[in-house]
């Protein structure tokens, strides 16, 4: 203000309304300017620009508001990763290939919300929002681990998160040492018709480099589990709308996923529409496949949620994904 006075004094009164008329002109053109462009829709969301007071939105075009569809895959390494090119292995970008067809996996589902394991840094992220809103399907709203790591826990979404959790640091006692999960949890609340919800998605340790005496590291996965959960129940609060997805890097079983349960809160295993014919995971070296991605649901969550679904195999990703319907008009009903 005093620079604008001082500014004054050096024009002509005869010239001052005019100098003002113009300056003021330049600021509407700013203000206006900084609404419609100054937030680009290609930046990413972090955790801290979710207001908890702010109602979950959803973009026009659903048959039913009230229905909410959700997907999680395991994208293997949309970041630069050891790859074989030509001849040799060296550090390389994820193939265009890979990332044409997982962007056409992810048109076809067209779910609301997509958990994803295995995201590059932020800069990857942003760049598959960007492809998929140059091909049709826009997701306002992201979230991605802040763990410096090419292998992150990431989520695009419609609709706005009342809160998200970024527990990239989960620590536990393991065996009498200090361990840490290797990429902890991602989660967000979400209110749909009302009802106040909560998904969170996770990539447990892979058995890969265990040795026999490490039980292909169950013993490790069942107590990243239990501090997972830990985490989970406090972000939840009287929350009982619970989602729990990702990749479990193990079969499903009961002394896996009872350990994300507690006196608080229980799990419980969402079956897929051909139970005996699913599989999610390819290991290509031992020619093998196994189901490794699922969904753990709480029983009043598992009330309105569709048999979970796969979508084909593809050269995306050694992974399949896998997505859920959840229809809150039937808590009307209940």
Known sequence: MRLLKALLKRIPKGERA?????????WGLWAIGGFFFGKNSSELESHDSFSQNQPSERG??????????????????????NRRVGEEWREFPKPESEKFQLRKSLRTINADIVLLQEMGDPAFLDELRSDLRS??????????????????????????????????SISFNFKGDRRFSPRGTLGAQFRTNGVKWCVFTVHLKSKQGGRKSDKN??????????AISSKIVDFA?????????GDFND??????????????????LLPFVDGDKAWTYYWAKKDAHYVYDYFLLSNSLMKIASPAMLAPFSVASDHRPIYTDLDFSKIKEN
Do not use: Q
């Open 217 to 226: 590291f169950f013993p490790f996965r069942c107590s990243e589990a239990s």
């Open 60 to 81: 026009s075009g659903f048959a039913n508001p009230d229905c909410v569809r959700v997907c999680s895959w395991n994208v293997r390494n949309y970041s630069v990763a």
């Open 18 to 26: 005019f100098f003002l008329a113009i300056l003021a002109f330049l």
């Open 237 to 245: 609060g009287n929350s009982n709308m619970i989602m729990l997805c």
């Open 251 to 268: 079969e499903p079983s009961t002394g896996l996923y009872l350990r994300f349960s507690n006196r608080i809160l229980t799990f419980a």
């Open 135 to 168: 091909e049709g399907i826009d997701y306002p709203f992201a979230a991605i681990t802040s763990r410096d790591s090419s292998m992150r826990l990431a989520m695009l979404s419609r609709l706005r998160p009342e809160k998200i959790l970024d527990a990239h």
